[in-house]
């Protein structure tokens, strides 16, 4: 006969080195975020600019005060921020006159990254607050749950700004604001040069008015962007005959990232919440209004866009971060339709910190943010 083993109770050990865990912290961040972003609900319309800004400076803070390690890019802008004219050749202008400007103001390596931090997450919220109003602190609390807002944070600052830059100019658009959008698009572009074809993108769907709004439409779209990913091969071959020794430099370091030498983010952290959007908004496109169609316009075609060269890209994920910071506003949106809100939000908010765990506990750990 086989004896049975009962399970040993839970040791204390296990229990401090839970406690002990070095990514722990992003997780309790990403909590306390969420609960502070409901209780925003409850007060006062008139106080809620304040109290929105104290959670972002609170967010900002922890994000300063990390190890310069953390994120492999991180200490680079802190070399760029102490002699930033060594790297006027090789950094967008945007962020060189944003470090001359940060200099004037402050010298340690804590308070630029808090300007960094804080430059980001004022425009995430700037940008929610413009469509969904006092629930943009929600919208918030659902992206700083998602690996971009990390990724943002501490690893590719540069894109983190131009694509919350250019969230701004996407949310000015729909509003149907040119000369705003205009000037938030063309600063987007001056942080970070991928934002040109978001831009071009977003530029072409403001000329048309978002015309074709319709689900056929999308589809047809959708088919389209399958289209170009199994014809991948040849427009590789094509791009590589045009384009020579520039093109085989990426060609390059895609095979690389394909075996392992280059490591990618998981496409399952891009893609699942992708899904999960396109689900709840086929499911209720009936039921949206004109200003949510327009946003879904924006992301499909960022999308289709990111999808179209991830094959032949290195640093593939680039042009997907323009889209990212739609999704949290998007689904908040969603989750505002009809009745029964209260439950609706509470179910995504829960669905948030359920990823958050995978984020900093499987993600994180084998990523940019192994330790505080």
Request: with cysteine; hydrophobic share 55%; net charge positive.
């Amino acid at each position: 006969m086989h004896q049975r083993h009962a399970k040993a109770p839970l040791s204390g050990a296990a229990v401090v080195a839970f406690f002990e865990d070095k990514t722990l912290p992003y997780f309790v961040a990403s909590l306390l975020v969420i609960l502070l972003s409901l209780s925003g609900l409850a007060i006062k319309r008139s106080y809620t600019t304040t109290y929105s800004l104290i959670i972002i400076v609170f967010l900002s803070l922890f994000v300063a005060n990390r190890d310069v390690n953390v994120g492999q890019d991180t200490i680079n802008y802190v070399a760029m921020f102490h002699d930033i004219d060594r790297y006027v050749d090789f950094v967008e202008p945007g962020f060189v006159a944003f470090n001359k400007v940060a200099s004037l103001f402050v010298s340690a390596d804590v308070s630029y990254l808090f300007l960094l931090a804080l430059s980001i997450n004022a425009l995430l919220l700037v940008s929610y607050r413009l469509i969904i109003g006092r629930y943009a602190l929600l919208a918030l609390a659902v992206f700083v749950c998602t690996h971009f807002f990390w990724v943002f944070q501490v690893q590719v600052i540069r894109n983190g700004l131009s694509a919350s830059m250019f969230l701004l100019a996407s949310l000015l658009a729909v509003k149907r604001r040119a000369l705003p959008c205009a000037i938030a698009a063309v600063c987007s572009i001056a942080f970070h040069y991928t934002a040109a074809l978001p831009v071009a993108i977003l530029a072409a769907l403001y000329y048309v008015d978002f015309r074709s709004l319709d689900r056929r439409a999308f589809v047809t779209y959708g088919m389209l962007a399958v289209l170009i990913i199994l014809t991948g091969g040849l427009i590789e071959d094509l791009l590589l005959a045009n384009f020579g020794t520039y093109y085989s430099k990426f060609s390059i370091h895609t095979q690389l990232s394909e075996i392992g030498e280059t490591p990618q983010t998981s496409v399952s952290f891009f893609y699942m919440p992708t899904a999960l959007l396109i689900f709840l908004t086929i499911r209720n496109w009936c039921s949206v209004d004109e200003t949510y169609k327009r946003l879904f316009a924006v992301y499909s075609a960022l999308l289709i866009t990111s999808l179209s060269f991830w094959s032949v890209l290195i640093f593939r994920d680039r042009l997907f971060y323009y889209a990212q910071p739609l999704e949290p506003l998007m689904l908040v949106y969603l989750m505002l339709i009809g009745a029964d809100r209260r439950r609706k939000l509470a179910l995504l908010l829960l669905g948030a910190i359920a990823w958050s765990i995978g984020v900093v506990f499987v993600w994180g750990r084998a990523n940019i943010i192994t330790f505080y």
